[in-house]
């Protein structure tokens, strides 16, 4: 089983910056791909980037040279570095670890970007 806890989400004006974290933890041993996902009202969930356990990248075309996902495998954890942030990024930030045969998710951190 493992648990994920995203934090780091809050309001900020358009052209601002956040920085959200993913800490996972419970039964796990080596976490192999980490990633972001985002859920705005009335949208599908989408992906927004994922980082593998050796640190390769890769990003959606929206978040692409804004956004910057990183991880601290001793740590179990993962981050997203947001900067020129937008009104169209406000949504439900999810942390997203596959492992084993399953797909697990954390509850979410609300971002909203004001103009």
């Known amino acids: 089983q493992v648990q994920l806890v995203e934090s780091g989400g809050g309001l900020v004006q358009a052209g601002g910056s956040l920085r959200l974290s993913c800490a996972a933890s419970?039964?796990?041993?080596?976490?192999?791909?980490m990633g972001w996902y985002r859920q705005a009202p009335g949208k599908q969930r989408e992906a927004v980037a994922v980082?593998?356990?050796?640190?390769?990248?890769n990003y959606s075309y929206s978040v692409k040279g804004r956004f910057t996902i990183s991880r601290d495998n001793a740590k179990n954890t993962a981050y997203l570095q947001m900067a020129s942030l937008k009104p169209e990024d406000t949504a439900v930030y999810y942390c997203?670890?596959?492992?084993?045969?399953?797909?697990?998710w954390g509850r979410g951190t609300q971002v909203t970007v004001s103009s």
């Open positions: 419970g039964s796990i041993g080596i976490i192999s791909n």
């Open positions: 997203n670890v596959p492992y084993g045969s399953l797909n697990y």
């Open positions: 980082i593998s356990r050796g640190g390769a990248t």
